[in-house]
Each structure stands twice: as structure tokens, then as C-alpha cells.
């Protein structure tokens, strides 16, 4: 099914879901035979963006150079699922700004924060909660949910194949 390649950028609080998703995603995108790579935020601030903190600044630089690396990928026809906790509505604005609206697919990770912290498999939550993570989103920074999403998902009620389900719908 030949189409141009897009940009799947999901947002949502740390254990959301959205690496899982991610993952499941790229998984039935490839049994169409469509080629996907994932941005994963972990993945980027282990390597690229290493360099980075949590401050505002920063946090907007990270999502800068992902929107950036998620473009080049587009533009070389491999589609891209960026799961980055993105927490302020300036910067998917400057996310879609730099993919361009018509190739930008902002898919809203949401699970309440007491699911979240239940799932939390680095004990971030807990490190944040005792003031050990400064800046943590959801705990002692903020999350602005989305405004303009093109799609919902609550992994708190909602399956991962059911998730993927609505997601293929709403793509194609």
C-alpha cells in the first residue's frame, strides 16, 4: 500500500504505554510491509541527547531533535512512531512544525497517573514521589494534555491490539 510516509508521535505521562504501543505498532505496520523505526525518549537521551537535562530549555531541545530525526526518517519514506513523553503543548506544536501538518499523527498515550504509577517498572514514580527526580512530569512538573490530538487512546481500559487496531484506522 504505497502512501507517504508519516509520523506517529505519541504522547503521554511515563508508563502510558507508549513504547509498548510503539512496538506493537511498528510490528503490524511491518506485517504490511511498511517500515518503521521507533524514537523512543529513553533510547534518545541514552545516546543523542545524552547531553540534555529536564529543564524547560532542554526539554524543548529534546523534542526539537527528535521532530528533526523523525522528518529525515519520513522523508527518506521510512515511517516513524515517536514515543516521547512530550509533556507541553509548545512543543508538539514545534513537533508538528517541523514535520509538517500533513505527515504529523499526534496519538495521546493517556492513562491515569495512579495506573501509571502501578505500571512503573524503573521506580521512577517512586524516586520521583520521595523529591529524588526533580522535574519528574506528572509528579513535580507539569503535563499539559493535548490539545489537537488526531487520536485518544487509554491503555487503562483499552488493549494493546485494540490500541493498535484504532491507530491502523485512523491512518489509513
Known amino acids: 500500500m504505497p502512501q507517504d510516509a508519516k509520523v506517529i508521535w505519541m504522547t503521554g505521562l511515563s508508563g502510558a504505554g507508549k513504547s509498548t504501543l510503539a512496538q506493537a ?10 517500515t518503521a523505526v521507533i524514537l523512543d525518549g529513553d533510547e534518545l537521551r541514552r545516546g ?3 547531553n540534555l537535562g529536564f529543564s524547560e530549555s532542554d ?10 530525526m523523525a522528518d529525515l ?6 515511517w516513524c512512531i515517536a514515543a516521547l513523553i512530550t509533556p507541553m ?31 512503573d517498572p524503573k521506580n521512577l514514580y517512586k524516586k520521583a514521589l520521595k523529591g529524588e527526580i526533580p522535574d519528574f512530569t506528572g509528579i513535580s512538573a507539569p503535563f ?11 491503555t487503562s481500559v483499552m488493549q494493546i491490539d485494540k490500541c493498535v487496531d484504532a491507530l491502523m484506522k485512523s491512518l489509513f
Not at 499539559?144 to 487509554?154: I, K, M, R, S
Request: glycine share 6%; charged share 25%.
Open 25 to 34: 505498532l511498528k510490528y503490524e505496520l511491518g506485517s504490511r510491509g511498511i
Open 48 to 50: 543523542i541527547n545524552s
Open 59 to 68: 526539554r524543548m531541545e529534546n523534542i526539537r531533535r527528535a521532530a528533526c
Open 73 to 78: 526518517l519520513r522523508r527518506q519514506g521510512i
Open 89 to 119: 503543548e509548545a512543543m508538539r506544536h514545534l513537533a508538528r512544525q517541523i514535520i509538517g501538518s500533513a505527515y504529523f499523527h499526534l496519538v495521546y498515550i493517556k492513562a491515569p497517573l495512579e495506573v501509571c504509577i502501578a505500571r
Open 144 to 154: 499539559e494534555e493535548p490539545e489537537n490530538a488526531d487520536l485518544h487512546l487509554n
